[in-house]
């Protein structure tokens, strides 16, 4: 069974909007979130990262949001720009191990 | 089996050893990458392969460290004389040639050295 799930295989945004990335976990314990985005033909990069002791952490137009109560995170983009356009992957940090996610693919339209 | 596969998941050695992890990739996937994940870090990129040949080694932190693939499937990440820096989640993925691919991670080897 997964333990990372984001549901949405592919998410269009239009440029200027707002992009909403949703992931879900399954284990309380998990204690700490990443995402990253991925390029076609490319490696995943870091995006921005959250631990549990918080439910709210900024870098730019990146935001997450942790909800541990619902065990739901998401990641916020905004405004969304082209460059945005890529596959997202939520993943757990848990116990040295990491879980991720199946990824979300963006596509900003112009 | 269906997804990438590494081995062992959990090593734990001492310092100065050699280590050997193994990555099995999904079948008929042409690329496979190496990254390790240090604690509080992102993905670091260690190594590409296409095939058997390895155009991208500019990740490889030192030359203690060295990876080959073989017959375009199995690889094998090294370490020598490890190092307490050298703890972390070695991960490895693999992906089909091409795009529009998606890319694939095994869950990881997690390395302590004491």
């Known amino acids: 069974d997964q333990q990372v799930k984001q549901n949405s295989p592919s998410l269009s945004v239009q440029e200027g909007r707002i992009s909403i990335l949703n992931c879900d976990y399954t284990?309380?314990?998990?204690?700490?979130f990443l995402w990253y985005k991925k390029y076609p033909a490319e490696g995943p990069t870091f995006l921005i990262s959250?631990?549990?002791i918080k439910d709210k952490n900024e870098d730019g137009r990146f935001t997450v949001f942790l909800n541990k109560s619902a065990k739901h995170l998401s990641l916020h983009i905004v405004p969304s720009q082209p460059g945005d356009s890529a596959v997202y992957f939520c993943a757990v940090y848990s116990n040295y191990q990491l879980i991720w996610g199946a990824g979300t693919k963006l596509i900003i339209k112009p | 089996g269906a997804g990438v596969s590494q081995s062992p998941s959990n090593k734990v050695t001492e310092k100065g050893k050699d280590v050997e992890l193994r990555c099995d990739p999904i079948s008929g996937h042409t690329a496979l990458y190496w990254y390790r994940q240090s604690l509080g870090q992102g993905l670091e990129f260690l190594i590409y392969f296409q095939g058997n040949s390895a155009p991208d080694k500019s990740g490889l932190p030192s030359d203690r460290f060295s990876a080959e693939r073989t017959g375009g499937s199995v690889s094998t990440l090294t370490i020598q004389r490890t190092q307490q820096e050298d703890s972390a989640v070695y991960l490895c993925?693999?992906?089909?040639?091409?795009?529009?691919?998606?890319?694939?991670f095994g869950s990881g080897t997690r390395l302590t050295v004491v």
């Open positions: 959250i631990s549990s």
């Open positions: 284990n309380s314990m998990f204690d700490y």
């Open positions: 993925a693999s992906s089909l040639q091409g795009p529009n691919y998606g890319y694939t």
